[in-house]
């Protein structure tokens, strides 16, 4: 059993950047398919961006198209989402998940592992 912890999350000002990190224990990281979502005061939590076990594709959601990049080392154990100009609107927690099924799904019910979560809040 992979367990995740995330960790990179902070205070930044709008047009800044933030590399999240998500450890995973076990050796069975490159088994899973993996995914960033976030979750805002009051609202759903919402995919992000997600990957395939290799990392060879990626997929994200409209709204940080452009400015989110999702990539992992598998031979770290570790799963990234680096965030580029972000806005206030970003400011969530965002937690990393992991998924033995297919890959890219955007329902945190196709999802089997869930990290505590780090939060992210960007002033305007």
């Known amino acids: 059993q992979v367990q995740l912890v995330e960790s990179g999350g902070g205070l930044v000002q709008a047009g800044g950047s933030l590399r999240l990190s998500c450890a995973a224990s076990?050796?069975?990281?490159?088994?899973?398919?993996m995914a960033w979502f976030r979750q805002a005061p009051g609202k759903e939590r919402e995919f992000v961006a997600a990957?395939?076990?290799?990392?060879?594709?990626?997929s994200y959601a409209d709204s940080v198209k452009g400015r989110a990049t999702i990539s992992r080392d598998n031979a770290k154990n570790t799963l990234y989402l680096q965030m580029n100009s972000l806005k206030p609107e970003d400011t969530a927690i965002y937690y990393c998940?992991?998924?033995?099924?297919?890959?890219?799904?955007?329902?945190?019910?196709?999802?089997?592992?869930w990290g505590q979560g780090t939060q992210v809040t960007v002033s305007s």
């Open positions: 076990g050796r069975t990281f490159s088994n899973y398919a």
């Open positions: 990957i395939t076990w290799s990392g060879g594709m990626t």
């Open positions: 998940a992991a998924t033995v099924r297919g890959w890219g799904a955007r329902n945190i019910n196709e999802y089997d592992l």
